[in-house]
């Protein structure tokens, strides 16, 4: 059986890949919850039982290939296609844009499930798609384990994803945590909680 949002939430805050409290984000924004997905992906158990969903969605639909963006997709995206038992490839950046190496290719008309672990702007994804379209391949969907754009980044091809979060952060002018004089820290760089 395929776990609920409140599930996977409650498997977020276990792992610590979700936490509550002040931060200052890379963006410079103050916002009272983080996430980092890796923190979650740690867990085998864990990235199973996530990525079992994304494969129940997708798993009638023919597919040839899962693709992903380094670094962050490639644990979801091999997950993924462990349990669809298909190849698996990723795109790297080099320089500023997303490209196939260490000898990836695509043959045309092959079918493509595109898999993420976070999505934000949606960036990455768009740049896997057109890669995947540049060599003449069809994308089957997109699937990722987590939308912080709450539905708003939409890619034009059938998409999913496990949990819906909205991102709220404010300038730091407008932090109500700064103006109770809560301390702020900055993940990764110490200990949280
Ligand atoms: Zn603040």
Redesign the pocket.
Known sequence: MSLNETEILNIFKKTEALLEG?F?LTSGR?SSVYFQCAKVLQYPEYTEKICRIIYEHFKDRKIDTVIAPAIGGIVVGQEVARQLNKRFIFAEREDKSLSLRRGFSLKEGEKVLVCEDVVTTGGSVFEVIDIVKKCGAEVVGAGFIVDRSNGKVQFGVPQMSTIKMDVVS?P?EE????KQG?P?VKPGSKKIL
């Open positions: 002040h200052l103050h404010f730091p932090c109500e945590l700064c809560i702020f």
